[in-house]
């Protein structure tokens, strides 16, 4: 399975667990997250991190030229480095180095640039904010928020909109969620179906009476629902390639966002990790 990785630049003030990374050369870069549907980027609201998960921070490489990139790292979980390692992205191979060990929950609130280049990110400066159905064992286990087209980001967006399940969350937690984190963000349709219309999350969350992201049988029919609606025929109402199908912008998203240096393409094997023996 192939995964494009977005790359995502941590912005000042650095979380305590990760300032010693401040004043680096270059600067502290990426969080490359899963995600199979690159042509939505142009949607992103803010990332999610599940706040009791065990993250890392990984020496990165230059994937292209090969060098070493002082001061970048990755953020990842340790399993989704492992992996990395074997594909080019670490300056030794098969080898992470292993730079810092925290839980999601101390990312909370930290703030990202997504996409550096306009308007693959509609906002400058977005935060993490907690999932809890986010799987460790999933890509890198940091995951990015487009609540316009998938339910599973609405709901939870939805959630953290509400002051009272923000603090809710912020109990379960362990830790603040400010308002300011959430408030100022909307939801941003980047593409349109017939059948579900410009914001085809919400639409499936309203019809099935989805209210929180803890629905997941249901959240799970919704996903499905937009997933086939958007692919087969989603034409992007947004970004770069605003008017043409969904599968055509996909590609060319995320050929542009590898091109540029914003995401990185990697593979992961089905079910249990193995390192590759070319
Ligand atoms: C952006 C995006 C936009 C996503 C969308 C989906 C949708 P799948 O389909 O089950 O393979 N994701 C990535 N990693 C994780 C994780 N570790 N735990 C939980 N969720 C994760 O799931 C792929 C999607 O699940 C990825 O694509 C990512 O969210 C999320 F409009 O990235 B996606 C209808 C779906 N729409």
Redesign the pocket.
Known sequence: QEYTA?KMRLLEPLPPVLAKFAGSQAPLETHP??????E??C??TNA?I?PEGEYGAFEARQPRSGRRILGVVYLC?ARAARNMAFQDLFPEWGRPKQLATFFGRELLGAAVKAGRSAPLCPYERIHFLP?L??????????????P??????YAAFMDMKNAKKREYYSGQAGAELRAEWIDPFEVVP?LQTPELGEV??KFMCDKLGITSQKEVEKLKE??????TA?FYKGVMTAGPFAGLPVQEAKLKTKAKMVADGEAITYLEPEGLVTPRST
């Open positions: 977005i997250r899963r995600t199979l549907r690159p939505t980027m949607g992103q999610w599940l979980a999932l159905t986010i799987s460790m064992t999933k890509g890198t286990a940091i995951v990015t928020s487009v316009s087209d998938s339910p599973d980001d980047v085809a999350a919704a996903h499905d629902a937009c997933y958007g």
